[in-house]
């Protein structure tokens, strides 16, 4: 039973609700605002900011510093702790390069951890109306001195979110059950779920190739 277990809370159950945004044009234009914020960031590192960007989506995955100096945000987020703060700061500043609309508002603080050498990294879970995006996550790196010297994210670009599920979470539990029983020959009396939860899941944000098509899904273990 055990192993049993362990396969399907690998596998997880992924109920989906209504398709939450039709296929759009995944290419970002780069705006007179984007070009600004790139300005702004080889102005604060010595012209050695590193950017990478998605090829099909545009869309920059990674800020880094490569004179290690730091940049600065130009004022403190909120946040429970100094690094958080600092980190939702360089969002709220930076953060539409990276995809994110709202940096209070769409960021959940995952976890915050101080490295031996004294950097500090904050890791944010992507969010939508509360809702939490499957893989969509930022994490923010600090040096000693807490200034940003390197930013990763992979995150879902904006669109417009329809978060009322097309099923209950009662009705998806049952067909998540129900087909974790008929796929591994289980007895289904024998079978239990987490409560479910409601996320955004678009396998896009894994790999780019494939096209975007965001959906609200219910969430699950069975084992």
Known sequence: MKRFAAIVLVINALIAGRIIAKPVNDTVARNNNHDRLISDLRAATGNQVRVISKNRTGVISMIGDDSRNGIAPNRLGSGTTIAERRGRGFLRQFG???????????????????????????????????????????????N??????????????????????????????????????KRYKADLA???ATPPELWIYDPSIWDSSVHSRQQLVWRMEIK
């Open 144 to 181: 000693p001195s807490g200034r940003i010297i390197a930013c990763h994210a992979k995150v879902l670009p904006e669109q417009p979110v329809d978060n009322i599920p097309a099923i209950t979470d009662e009705q998806a539990k049952t067909i998540a059950l129900e087909a974790v029983a």
């Open 96 to 142: 539409e390069l990276l995809g994110v609309k709202d940096a209070e508002q769409d960021l959940k603080l995952e976890h915050s951890k101080r490295t031996n050498d004294g950097r500090d990294i904050v890791r944010f879970q992507q969010a939508r109306h509360g809702i939490p995006v499957m893989g969509g996550e930022i994490i923010v790196q600090m």
């Open 190 to 192: 024998e079978l239990t």
